[in-house]
């Protein structure tokens, strides 16, 4: 069974022959999250661990969970509003009826400009030659299977979207940071080329070209910013917003906070990529391919779940119990076999 690693002594769990094992037996062992806070004591909550947790049931018995062992209380309307004090969980009748995922940020803003459609087109052009992108391009989970890297400036859009300024500078780009960070960059650039300049006598050369002296540092820089927050580079993706009066030394412009959160879903279950990974990533996120927008949420909602996983939607459904996403609580890991310690 699943307590193999307990040494061969019954007392472990029955305190007397034939008795149902007490709940204080499991938690002196599993320790519980709030979820369940009064199950710890039997007297207190009448349900009890073994209800659930059934032992000598063979190997996987013990963790293996019918979902009509959760559906005797979430499908059950007395007894959810019997619990509507303490929880807000929503009345689940059957897989098939399964309510919405909770999305943290339904009407956030997102503050940003960015078409999925236009970048997952084929022989999308860039500066090394034509290239196919796919979701991985971006998308990069190496720290951690299931949870993916924020996304980079320098590490995913820089190869193609330049931060250069000035036709007579394109050796030079400014660093993808705050708006105050990239005036300053821009007033060091201008500074050190206005006295190189001085020193070419005032005129800046290149082959078969003659270009204007440039204006003051301050100038230079002044106007370099506007090429780069209104007419290209940062408002190609960001939303800026210019001040009414600009400091000398500060950028005129400040950029809109992005809002793109870490976690989209609240945590209520579990989900893991690597199982999914044999399907094309728009086989759930079904609206990426004709996303436009960064407004839009390309997240997969119950439906894409249900395709796969409801015996009610499709009769070859891939058997799914209420325990394969949901945990009721959670528990220390047992110690493999031959290293327990009581």
């Known amino acids: 069974s699943a307590h193999r690693p307990i040494p061969k002594d019954c007392n472990s769990c029955h305190t007397a022959d ?20 009064l199950s710890k004591d039997s007297s207190k909550d009448p ?22 062992t959760c559906q005797d209380c979430h499908a059950s309307e007395p007894t959810m509003k019997l619990l509507k004090a303490e929880t807000k969980l929503p009345l689940v009748p059957s897989w098939k009826h399964h309510p919405k995922f909770p999305l943290l940020f339904p009407d956030r803003k997102a503050n940003f400009k960015f078409n999925h459609q236009v970048h997952l087109e084929k022989a999308l052009w860039s500066p090394e030659g034509d290239r196919t992108l796919d979701c991985s391009n971006c998308h990069l989970s190496p720290s951690h299977p299931d949870r993916f890297e924020p996304i980079s400036f320098q590490r995913d859009c820089s190869e193609c979207h330049r931060l250069d300024f000035d036709e007579r500078l394109k050796e030079f780009e400014v660093s993808h ?32 070209k003659r270009l204007e002296p440039m204006k003051s540092p301050d100038e230079e820089a002044r106007l370099a910013e506007i090429r780069l927050f209104e007419q290209k580079a940062c408002s190609t993706c960001h939303v800026i917003e210019k001040k009414k009066v600009a ?19 609240e945590n209520k279950s579990s989900f893991t990529h690597r199982q999914h990974q044999a399907f094309a990533c728009s086989n759930c996120h079904t609206s990426v391919l004709s996303s436009t927008s960064a407004e839009d949420l390309n997240i997969p909602g119950v439906a894409e779940c249900q395709s796969c996983h409801s015996p009610e939607v499709r009769a070859d459904a891939i058997k799914t119990q209420c325990s ?18 009581p």
């Open 177 to 208: 940071g705050r708006p105050d960070e990239v005036f300053s960059t821009l007033l060091k650039i201008y500074r050190t080329q206005t006295r190189v300049q001085e020193k070419e006598r005032g005129l800046a050369r290149r082959p078969g």
């Open 324 to 341: 394969d996403c949901h945990s009721y609580h959670e528990t220390l890991r047992l110690p493999k076999e031959g290293s327990w310690h």
């Open 18 to 37: 034939f008795d149902i094992v007490p709940n204080a037996k499991c938690v002196s062992c599993h320790s519980l999250t709030e979820h369940f806070p």
């Open 47 to 68: 349900t009890r661990c073994v209800d659930c947790h059934s032992e000598h049931r063979g190997e996987g018995g013990l963790f293996s969970l019918a979902s009509q």
């Open 247 to 265: 400091a000398k030394g500060v950028s005129a412009y400040q950029v809109l906070r992005v809002g793109f959160p870490s976690e989209w879903v």
